[in-house]
């Protein structure tokens, strides 16, 4: 019901305020007339992409956090959006290419490429891995990402104009083409969430206790991946990249459904849409005329959230 009442606010509100039987008109019986052209050609792309990359982002961070038994994880705090986000600059702007059919395909490599070396450099050294370790690691190697991909911005003006507003994590401009470009991989990325679903329950107990009670930890992991790879690399490449909806998301659902990870996955699925639609309507309307990216406004909120979880007590343990 939120979801649903979100959705009509996305096509009614923003700089310019359209009523409600204007938005049925468009949805229903567009005639490319009055308000209607603002909410069938700018407003309902808009709401498709914030669905999408919100389920995107809900579902990765949640398979993270489950596979990784680490509380703290999200594909933004650990580094994996400014990899593909990297990826993506580079390809547009040394390569060339311009459209998301191309460039999609260098988010996946480059959030692929940000888990690998999050991880190798979480575990390197002989102290023990732990949640903030890893988060740590994460916040290093994206900060590094991050430094490379401005570098390659201010080299090809013309990359860093195009780049200017995706790259603050905003949903506006976009064509429906874009939404549909990325629903076949955010489709399959969710498909492999409900196989491994039953899994992550196991593999919460730790490797050792999960092998023992017959739980394929190498096969829950590598879809898991696979999975997070497809979601996060397909928001990132639409979007931009969008931090801390990962993060609240999976917090906030547990609060209600317990630490069953199929429920928290389960809930995830419209709780992830809800936050970023949420956040773009705010930034629609927090400095009218103009108006602020949802990627800053889940920043704004999701940055206390981390710090707050950061100071809970048992954070540091694995």
Not at 167 to 195: N, Q
Not at 264 to 277: E, F, H, M, Q
Not at 303 to 313: E, F, Q
């Amino acid at each position: 019901m939120l979801l649903a009442v979100l959705c009509v606010a996305s096509l009614a509100i923003g700089t310019q305020t359209v009523s409600l039987p204007t938005v049925w008109q468009a949805v229903t019986d567009y005639q490319n007339v009055g308000d209607q052209w603002i909410v069938h050609e700018l407003r309902i792309p808009r709401t498709v992409l914030a669905l999408l990359v919100g389920l995107a982002l809900a579902l990765s961070g949640t398979l993270i956090q489950a596979v990784g038994r680490n509380p703290l994880a999200d594909s933004e705090v650990l580094g994996i959006n400014s990899g593909a986000a990297l990826f993506v600059v580079c390809a547009i702007a040394l390569l060339g290419l311009g459209g998301i059919w191309t460039y999609i395909w260098f988010a996946f490599a480059g959030a692929l490429v940000a888990m690998v070396l999050v991880y190798l450099v979480g575990m390197s050294g002989r102290a023990t891995v732990t949640p903030v370790r890893v988060l740590l690691a994460g916040v290093a190697v994206g900060a590094v990402m991050d430094g490379i991909g401005f570098a390659v911005r201010l080299g090809h003006p013309r990359a860093f104009d195009n780049m200017r507003f995706w790259d603050a994590g905003a949903l506006d401009g976009r064509p429906l083409d874009v939404a549909l470009a990325i629903s076949p991989f955010i489709t399959a990325g969710a498909v492999l969430c409900l196989v491994v679903s039953r899994s992550l329950n196991v593999t919460a107990f730790g490797d050792d206790l999960a092998k023992a009670l017959g739980g394929n930890v190498v096969r829950t992991q590598v879809l898991s991946l696979i999975a997070v790879t497809l979601l996060a690399g397909s928001a990132t490449a639409a979007a931009g990249p969008i931090g801390f909806v990962g993060l609240m998301v999976p917090h906030a659902v547990r609060r209600f459904t317990g630490p069953d990870w199929r429920w928290i996955l389960a809930y995830s699925v419209v709780c992830g849409p809800a936050l970023l639609l949420a956040a773009d309507i705010i930034g629609r309307v927090v400095i009218r005329p103009a108006e602020l990216p949802a990627g800053l406004v889940t920043a704004f909120v999701g940055a206390p959230v981390l710090i707050w979880l950061i100071r809970r007590r048992g954070t540091d343990r694995p």
